[in-house]
């Protein structure tokens, strides 16, 4: 992350820009000496990689870039993208002139567009990608970020309806989600086929799937948030999905609690998992998934099963402790404090859950950067210069309804209806800290009050002011659209809004919505949504080697105190409790009429029975939606009962076959806690499959154990020769190419040399290790299932993506060493194209490569796409801070 002074973007803001937001034009074929584009440098279809350049030469359709480092590199006219804006002020000026252009007249449209360029400039506001990126760009390019669609009509033919208008979305860039609860049970009759129904939760698995095939086009994917209702037959299959492989992968989840299961489990009383009545003539007709409404019409439900309500909770609470899924949205809640309650019922959130959406809901999404409303004369914030941005940007997003392309005839018609806008924030953590407060103390519930109530008041009267302009939204009816819980606490406190709708009318059903601004916040380098720094400290390699740098406010200040730490008030994710995080959530969530993107960051020790008080406490505290990360719960495999079991005895059947050496106690202490981390199946967020693979079977992690300490190695451990042979198989794998290389020793693979990545990167060195250990384990000892064990250990290890299809599917690298050992076992001696001679190879201990923060072995990733460990994991997606990817799943 670089510093951004006003609108001049150096480093990875400049290529967040260049590559996100700025027009390009697509006929590279026009480069010439001078430009600025961003070059391939990185080939891969899934995951490639630019640097920002500048044209420096042109011989035919081969140019040379003049990178930013200094580099020069040559590169095809077809691996540039040639941007025809370079700086923001371009940006400003387009958007400016695109959202002024639906005003009704010449004068108006001159007014906004000033109006509009005095919101952008500074980063005052940062629109929403698809806006930034969409309008007056395209007329294919959608300028709202994300979908609800209705829930499939329970027919195979309704389920591909709903995957074409998924798709059709994720192709022009919207994020989609589906509640599924319409579809019926798994092994339920279906008449028409004599035959009975694989479930709702197969299904999910479809549109999972076709996300993950959206992907392959670029560095950006498809999103999808997949729901189901707490009375669905299915919820305990959905809830626990991902704990086997495969199944679900490019999706989030969460399940819709109501208030009644919440009391249930309060109560420890019964819970009746239910389903409409499928031979009721009238189903496929009526039947769209709303089961109080299906009551209401006196049709029959049936009760498929009783369960205790707890068990339910336990099961949900359990799964998000161990893989930070699946999230809840206390979906009755929701709909009571929705200003739509009247006429659109909320059924379904956006991926990241910011937005709580009816069926052809939208998002329309920007965000105001309240770092930059900070008056150091005062020590306090600019509220007035903070006021008229909130009313001028409301006006802004309200011209995005009418700007916008609409694909779908329904979108057109919802979104005319309701006019639903999003105002949120970025730059929070900022501002508190130039304020000197401490997020997460009782003074920072304070203040976060008065600063939300503050933008939401003013949102509200400037919506109310367009609406006397323009007219109000076509659903509004002023008596029930105060009596929504969201409009009696706003009127409570703000009486001037209660008047000002009864006069004038309101012209969105709903205006605030704090969304993550996961890209935009980087691109503009400040902290993102209305969550705490990540980390302050990190280290980044250059030309010049690695360096200590800071967040640029934590830079500025650091640098005013030299050798000083960093005050209290000076917080991250994880110094916060997990109470913490909600109680903020809680603050703001009083003047969001949506919802929040939001994560409970949470310790790798935080219990189960801690995350049931805290999944608890965000309901009491009147929370919308809750998710929590644990450190190392995502991103690791999470394995079904019955390989749990497998590997639970493929671990006593190694520590029966293996001797325990007397010497264990020469261990040291780093050592023994990381033998005792893995044993206990811990694995860090920090650590990507190659790392996984090391803590997956208590066995394999004995015999690793024995095997390092003390003299039993001299007993038992093989000495290398001097030449081995060996075949060395080609895998791609999520991490790119890996070449893995497997040597036998008396007729048993005996050593795994793996290369992966570039020479220096983290995937480089955690695959060394892993070949290094997977070495060490083959050399020692003689029982004779080694090489079984160490396959079946590996095998199936998943990451946060996969390769390829079917038997060819790879889903890590250590999956991918397991088909090489098991593919090694199948060839012959006389198989001489696979059998090569290798040299004695000393390995060398590599340097630490690791970016690092505070709690950098327990809060950063690997990133896919350029190798360093900069990828952060925060409200569902996943962004680094190194070379800019950004993937939310």
Known sequence: MKTVHGSKLNGLSEKIFLDRYALKNADTRLTKVGDTVLVLTKDDPKFPAKEVGEVIARTGDIVQVQLRSGDVVESHVEKLTLTVEKTPEQLWERLAKAMASVEATPEKREEWTHKFKYILQDWKLVPGGRIAAGADASDELTLFNCYVIPSPKDSRGGIMSTLT???????????????????????AIVKGVNGSSSGAVSWGGLFSYATGLIEQGGSRRGALMLMMNDWHPDVVDFITVKQTMGQITNANLSVCVSNGFMQAVKEDLDWELVFPDTNDPEYDELWDGNLDKWKQLGKKVVVQRTVKAREVWHTIIES????????????????????????????????????????????????????????????????????????????????????????????????????????????????????????????????????????????????????????????????????????????????EVGAAIQKKGMRNVTVITQAPTGSTGTMVGTSTGIEPYFAFEYYRQSRLGFDKQYVPIAQEWKDAHPDQELPDYFVTAMDLSAEDHIRAQAAIQKWVDSSISKTANCPADFTVEETKRLY??????????????????????????????????????????????????????????????????????AAPSSATSLTSGGGLVSSLTSAISGAEVDKQYKRRPQILRGA?????????????????????????????????????????????????????????NKVQLLTKHLKGIGGSGAIGFGANRVESIADAVAKALEMHGEFHDDADAYVTATQEIVAEPLASQYAVNRHAATSLDLCPSCGSASLINSEGCRNCSSCGYSRCS
């Not at 790119?736 to 036998?744: F, K, V």
């Open 728 to 784: 060395t198989y080609k895998f791609n794998t999520p991490f790119g190419m890996a070449y893995i290389t497997i040597n036998d020793m008396n007729g048993s693979p005996s050593e795994v040399f793996l290369n992966v990545g570039k020479a220096g990167s983290d995937v480089f060195a955690m695959s060394e290790a892993l070949g290094r250990v997977c070495s060490l384990f083959l050399r020692y000892g003689d029982h004779g």
């Open 165 to 187: 208008e998924m798709t059709e979305i994720m192709a022009r860039g919207g994020g989609v989600g589906i509640n599924l609860s319409s579809l019926r049970p798994r092994r």
């Open 616 to 685: 608890e406490l965000a309901f009491d505290l009147g929370c919308k939606g809750v998710t929590i990360y644990r450190d190392g719960s995502r991103d690791v495999q999470v394995l079904s009962t019955e390989k749990k079991e497998d590997s639970k005895g493929a671990a006593e059947e190694a520590k029966r076959s293996e001797p325990v050496p007397a010497q264990a106690e020469v261990l040291n202490a780093d050592t023994r806690e990381a033998a005792q981390a893995a044993d206990g199946s811990y694995t860090s967020a």
């Open 320 to 495: 998000a402790w161990k893989s930070a899924e699946p999230g809840v949205v206390f979906m009755e809640y929701y709909n009571q404090m929705s200003n739509s309650w009247y006429f659109n019922p909320i059924i379904c959130t956006n991926p990241c859950g910011e937005q709580g959406l009816p069926a052809w809901g939208v998002c329309n999404l920007s965000a105001i950067n309240l770092s930059q409303f900070y008056d150091a004369e005062k020590q306090d914030v600019a509220w007035h210069e903070l006021g008229k941005v909130v009313r001028y940007s409301t006006r802004f997003l309200d011209n995005v309804i009418d700007k916008t392309p609409y694909h779908f005839e329904e979108n057109r018609m919802n979104q005319q209806n309701e006019r639903r806008v999003g105002l949120g924030t970025m730059g929070l953590a900022e501002l508190m800290i130039k304020l000197e407060i401490r997020y997460g103390s009782p003074e920072s519930l304070l203040f976060l009050d008065q600063l939300y109530g503050f933008m939401a008041k003013e949102a509200y009267l400037a919506s109310a002011d367009i609406a006397e302009e323009k007219g109000s939204f076509q659903q509004f009816a002023a008596e029930p659209f105060l009596q929504s819980g969201f409009m009696k606490t706003m009127t409570s406190v703000y009486p």
